[in-house]
């Protein structure tokens, strides 16, 4: 048990091969070997042996899949009389191409009708049966043991150098790291609840206390991906970074898939007896936990009277390891304590309420709900359509859905969407063009895709030659100006009929690529320039706080207590309102702010001396903070520009990308550490037209990049009046360094990385304003074959959004992120040194790039749901087609899936497009919220879904 449990952390797939030995062995009972001392034996279930008797002579013939090879030399298979073996030589091998648990070399191993000596049989004898599955088990909860707590232990250690939030705060413990989250404590403590429960269950099966299959159904269901098992636990721990294979637990992810199939040939029959009592403790705590134990397990056994099986078996387990916990908690805590075996037995109480009620008549009964399932557009009842309800009168607030009836709501369902005629003609338009991209590819597409790890150029281009990187895009920017619904319509079907690493290709540059400077162009701008014209036009606003910073700092010569904590107060109060509480000038005041509300704290603490020194600082911030105001709205023109250039360049067919993440912080927008230093660099020009600035004692060519034309698939640059040329790449988008962009200036070739405004001072003289970026960002989808991107850094200001161009000098695209799935979505690593960014590229305004973020984010969530409802819709339309054509596999458990898979894809499809409509409709303040929802509720339905139809399909 010792070395199953040591390699089982080590590698799950040789401690497999090895398991099926210690199995076969076990399974063989105590009849003497058959095979040569020192063999190596493997293990096969009964389901597929084919064992016929002719008087005393008998023959074996069978079809095992997935059976280990990796060391055997003999088969051990289950028969209904014990077991019988022969050597893995007389059989056909063909290996399986698995998903996980590789190191054991599963194979499928077929042994035609052959004769079976006596010495091959093994014969039930004086209870051998009951004392394999007995060892079985044993070995099953030490392999989830080992597994698991490989997984534990590198979620804890991760957990607790991951820093989120920096001192932003912390918990009780004082902990910065995400293991101050109660979700991230909830999953380990989870975790270790079922190391506990698998370290007492091996003791008592050991002792033989036991029935042996309810604690075999525990460590299996623990070896799953489902929820609340190790591999998923961990997974979510951990994020993004789990499902890398640059890390070993997309491995253990994988193998986690591949685990709970193989041991369905050992799994011993679950007998409808009573759980074994609990001892008596006389402690208060262990006695209201035995008390409820004591009630589930007689509602447990109840049931098992009437309705055994593998759920049955899970069900049981959970009972039993509760009892195994109590009866730990008893023997080595007696007379008081117990906290951490307490909330052990209270996680495997709920956990077995939970099973019980989902056995049982009072969880929802699914029946017939594979009859509702309808295909998109598909005839339905009279319902509004989409057009009508977004031009209903309404208005929501992120979490209304709470507080106000469903009535009140901009409510959208997908029969709104299906009845909407436009909808309808756009669906049938994009997959008519679908259709026409598949046939020009044979075979299976998406498996190409995943064995190959690489979307092809020329694919990239087939999408964007129908302008779908431009989707949101403004109609007069040349755009398609599509609404939400029209883009999640058009990735419900590459999601669907094409590959999930496709659509996460046009979702990455939409959702999170292209909406940061949507939001910049159509919000912030527009606020910003409202918020500086006023502030501009009216300057007594400073000049009041100014004057009365000099009265406060007159009054300190001959303080007066009471005067100055007064006259503090209304000067704190006008502050707040002319600058604290704006959405622009907050971040130009920064400084000054400091300063000032630093002050007001020494004024609180009685520091009369820092009280001065904040006040004299704040009064030497403040008569600059008038002209940056001003340089700040002259800007705005620039940067509207900028804007504009962006989006056009996606209806040029560029793609993007959202470059948020980085190594040392991860998604945590206030972590953010790449930083941008604004420069300013004179700008010369030829007699010819050609411009340059010089950097680092290099001269650089430019572009004046408000001279660019958009025209259709192309670019243009006007070099010089009625002069003019295309401006190209000189590489695709690729891993790697960037490469410059050239245009033919005449009879010169002209290459450059640098397109900027060029600005003039008041004497006439050129120059132009860069961020330098300095820094590294990872996980960025679309990285390889992005053309443009929506980064994040820290400017003088506060985090900040800019738009960079992929081919700006000194940036460099790392290779290929290596994945457990989606293996085509290129993901890659960022390299920034200096990297010069044109300053009119700042997003929306200085300081505000957090903000930016994560309103981006709350788009990228809610296409993110559309995705996994659309792949729950079409897996549970799949098993329906694929269980009618097959009669001899549409079972009634099979039926059961199918019903609960269709409920999943029902409420999946009403929370993704209610989501969906809240982005739509114009009276919605925010769907913060409401994307949060719908995106782990829809990712979480998804996953349920898969396991339902490998259920329904018996893998």
């Known amino acids: 048990m010792a070395g199953v449990h040591t390699l089982a952390a080590l590698e799950p797939g040789l401690a497999w091969a090895i398991t099926a030995h210690h199995l076969a062995v076990a399974l063989w009972g105590d009849a003497p070997p058959a095979w040569p001392a020192g063999s190596w034996l493997t293990v096969a279930g009964e389901a597929q042996t084919r064992l016929s008797r002719d008087g005393e002579t008998a023959t074996l013939a069978g079809e095992w899949r997935g059976v280990a090879t990796a060391l055997a030399t003999w088969v051990v298979v289950a028969t209904e009389e014990g077991a019988a073996c022969f050597p893995l030589a007389e059989a056909t091998v063909e290996p399986t191409t698995t998903v996980g648990v590789r190191a054991a070399r599963l194979c499928c191993v077929r042994l035609s009708v052959r004769e079976l000596a006596a010495e091959r049989q093994s014969h039930d004898r004086n209870g051998a049966a009951r004392r394999a599955a007995g060892r079985c088990a044993a070995i099953a909860c030490a392999f989830a043991a080992g597994f698991g707590g490989y997984l534990t232990g590198r979620a804890r250690a991760y957990a607790a150098s991951r820093v989120q939030f920096g001192d932003t705060f ?32 091996a003791r008592g099966l050991t002792e033989e206390a036991l029935d042996p299959a309810a604690p075999f159904a525990y460590a299996v269901e623990s070896l799953t991906p489902n929820h609340g098992a190790f591999a998923y636990n961990a997974g979510q721990v951990f994020g993004g970074t789990a499902y890398s294979e640059d890390d070993f637990l997309a491995k253990y992810y994988r193998d986690a898939t591949t685990l709970r199939l193989l041991w369905e040939g050992v799994r011993p029959p679950l007998e409808a007896t009573p759980p074994a009592l609990v001892a008596e403790l006389d402690d208060p705590l262990f006695a209201a936990c035995r008390t409820r134990w004591d009630s589930l397990a007689s509602r447990v056994h109840a049931f098992l009277a009437n309705a055994p099986g593998d759920a049955a078996a899970l069900l049981a387990g959970y009972v039993v390891a ?66 009508a309800v977004m031009e209903r009168a309404a208005t929501y607030a992120s979490g209304d859905f709470l507080t106000r009836p469903a009535g009140d709501l901009p409510l959208l369902t997908p029969e709104a969407v299906w009845r909407d005629e436009t909808r309808r003609d756009r669906w049938q338009a994009i997959h008519t063009a679908l259709s026409d991209f598949l046939s020009h590819h044979p075979g299976d597409y998406a498996r190409t895709l995943d064995a190959n790890h690489h979307l092809p150029d020329a694919d990239v281009a087939w999408f964007a030659a129908r302008n779908w990187y431009a989707t949101l895009v403004p109609e007069e920017l040349g755009g398609l100006g599509w609404k939400k619904a029209d883009y999640a319509l058009l990735n419900w079907q590459v999601m669907t009929e094409v590959d999930p690493s496709v659509s996460l290709l046009i979702m990455a540059n939409t959702s999170i690529g292209t909406t940061p400077v949507l939001l910049g162009l159509e919000r912030e701008l527009v606020a910003a320039a409202a918020e500086l014209t006023e502030a501009v036009r009216d300057p007594a606003r400073l000049a009041e706080i100014g004057e009365r910073l000099t009265l406060l700092l007159d009054g300190l010569a001959h303080p007066e207590p009471a005067r100055l904590t007064r006259d503090t107060a209304a000067l704190v109060e006008r502050v707040d309102a002319h600058l604290r509480h704006t959405r622009v000038l907050k971040y130009l005041a920064g400084d000054f702010l400091l300063a000032f509300y630093g002050a007001a704290q020494a004024g609180k603490r009685r520091d009369l001396a820092g009280f001065a020194a904040g006040l004299k600082q704040a009064h030497a911030l403040l008569p600059p903070l008038a002209g940056r105001i001003a340089a700040a709205l002259a800007e705005i023109d620039l940067q509207r520009a900028a804007h504009l250039r962006y989006l056009r360049g996606l209806a040029c067919g560029r793609v993007a990308a959202f470059a948020l993440t980085e190594p040392t912080a991860g998604s945590d927008s206030g972590g953010v550490t790449t930083h941008a230093t604004p420069v300013e660099v004179p700008v010369h020009e030829e007699d010819d037209g050609r411009l340059w600035f010089e950097i680092d004692g290099a001269r650089r060519n430019l572009a004046d990049a408000s001279r660019l034309r958009f025209v259709g698939p192309k670019v243009f640059y006007d070099y010089r009046p009625g002069a003019t040329a295309e401006l190209v790449l000189t590489h695709p988008a690729d891993i790697g360094p960037a490469t410059p962009r050239r245009y033919d200036h005449d009879t010169t070739i002209v290459e450059l990385f640098d397109c900027a405004a060029v600005r003039r001072r008041p004497d006439g003289a050129a120059f132009v304003r860069f961020f330098e970026v300095t820094g590294a960002k990872m996980w960025i989808t679309n990285g390889r074959v992005a053309h443009q991107m929506a980064l994040y850094c820290k400017t003088d200001a506060g985090v900040s959004g800019l738009m960079v161009d992929r081919f700006a000098e000194n940036l460099v695209v790392g290779s290929d992120e290596h994945k457990l799935g989606q293996c085509a979505s290129p993901t890659n690593e960022l390299s920034l040194n200096r990297v010069r960014v044109p300053a009119e590229n700042l997003i929306g305004f200085a300081g505000h790039g957090q903000v930016n973020a994560l309103e981006t984010l709350n788009a990228g969530r809610m296409g993110l749901a559309v995705a996994a409802a659309a792949m729950t819709a079409h897996l549970s339309r799949w098993l329906a087609g694929y269980l009618a054509g097959h009669p001899a596999a549409h079972t009634p458990a099979a039926a059961r899936c199918l019903d609960r898979l269709a409920a ?46 490998e259920r329904a399909l018996g893998v």
């Open 322 to 387: 509760a009892a195994a916990l109590l009866d730990d908690w008893r023997r080595h805590l007696s007379g008081g304590g117990g906290g951490f075996h307490r909330e052990a037995v209270e996680y495997h109480l709920r956990a077995g309420a939970a099973a019980l009620a989902a056995l049982r008549d009072e969880s929802p009964d699914f029946t017939g709900a594979a009859a509702l399932l309808r295909a998109p557009f598909a005839p339905v009842e009279a319902v509004a359509p989409y057009s």
């Open 170 to 201: 912390r918990d009780r413990q004082g902990r910065t790291g995400v293991d101050k989250f109660g979700a991230v404590k909830g999953l380990i403590a989870d975790c270790d609840a079922r190391l506990a429960a698998l370290t007492a269950l």
């Open 904 to 949: 999943e894809a029902i409420a999946s499809e009403s929370v993704a497009f209610f989501c969906m409509g809240l982005f739509d409709h114009p009276g919605v303040e925010s769907a913060r919220m409401e994307s949060a929802v719908a995106k782990f509720f829809c990712s979480e339905s998804l996953h349920r879904a898969i396991d339902l139809a």
